[in-house]
């Protein structure tokens, strides 16, 4: 009888994935929470000259530089009001065999929870407020869909490398 209880667990469990749930423009979203390395505290940013709009500054995290994008400019929904939550999330891009730290900044984080997977739903081609190339998947929590984010599409590095269009 424990072999069908401790499999039914595991098939529990591996029914669910964890996910970080955050703020950021006011709106819940989520990402794979292997995909956070970390969550600090936001603080002030080295600006980078003729960068993106979108692409705030580097700052240094423990020894490393991490450049840091504002997410709500990234999705052209306006910029992050700073206040007393916002944190960034720091997570690894990867590059060929490198993996790089980028961060970027949210209004507070929510919780880590999990989503069964019968929960996602595959995401809308149109009718999003942000790009629906930044939307992996649509996740039902507590009786509502959020966007569960793209962190791949939001971190492109050779769109956050590319220099502001002069004007």
Same mark, same amino acid.
């Given at each position: 009888?424990?072999?069908? $209880?401790?499999?039914?667990?595991?098939?529990?469990?591996?029914?669910?994935?964890?996910?970080?749930?955050?703020?950021?423009? $006011?709106?819940?979203?989520?990402?794979?929470?292997?995909?956070?390395?970390?969550?600090?505290?936001?603080?002030?940013?080295?600006?980078?000259?003729?960068?993106?709009?979108?692409?705030?500054?580097?700052?240094?995290?423990? @020894?490393?530089?991490?450049?840091?994008?504002?997410?709500?400019?990234?999705?052209?929904?306006?910029?992050?009001?700073?206040?007393?939550?916002?944190?960034?999330?720091?997570?690894?891009?990867?590059?060929?065999?490198?993996?790089?730290?980028?961060?970027?900044?949210?209004?507070?984080?929510?919780?880590?929870?999990?989503?069964?997977?019968?929960?996602?739903? $595959?995401?809308?081609?149109? @009718?999003?407020?942000?790009?629906?190339?930044?939307?992996?998947?649509? @996740?039902?929590?507590?009786?509502?869909?959020?966007?569960?984010?793209?962190?791949?599409?939001?971190?492109?590095?050779?769109?956050?490398?590319?220099?502001?269009?002069?004007?």
């Amino acid at each position: 009888m424990n072999s069908i $209880k401790n499999s039914a667990l595991e098939e529990d469990q591996s029914s669910n994935e964890q996910y970080l749930l955050f703020l950021a423009g $006011k709106v819940l979203y989520a990402i794979e929470a292997l995909k956070a390395q970390e969550i600090v505290e936001y603080s002030t940013l080295t600006k980078v000259p003729m960068m993106n709009s979108f692409v705030k500054g580097v700052t240094n995290i423990r @020894g490393n530089i991490v450049p840091v994008i504002d997410l709500i400019d990234r999705f052209n929904l306006g910029t992050t009001k700073i206040g007393d939550k916002t944190s960034i999330v720091v997570t690894n891009y990867r590059i060929e065999d490198t993996d790089v730290q980028i961060g970027f900044i949210i209004d507070e984080v929510h919780e880590v929870d999990k989503i069964a997977t019968t929960d996602i739903r $595959k995401a809308p081609e149109f @009718g999003a407020k942000i790009d629906s190339r930044f939307i992996l998947h649509m @996740g039902k929590y507590n009786n509502e869909y959020l966007a569960i984010l793209n962190t791949d599409a939001i971190l492109n590095i050779d769109e956050l490398s590319q220099l502001a269009s002069r004007k």
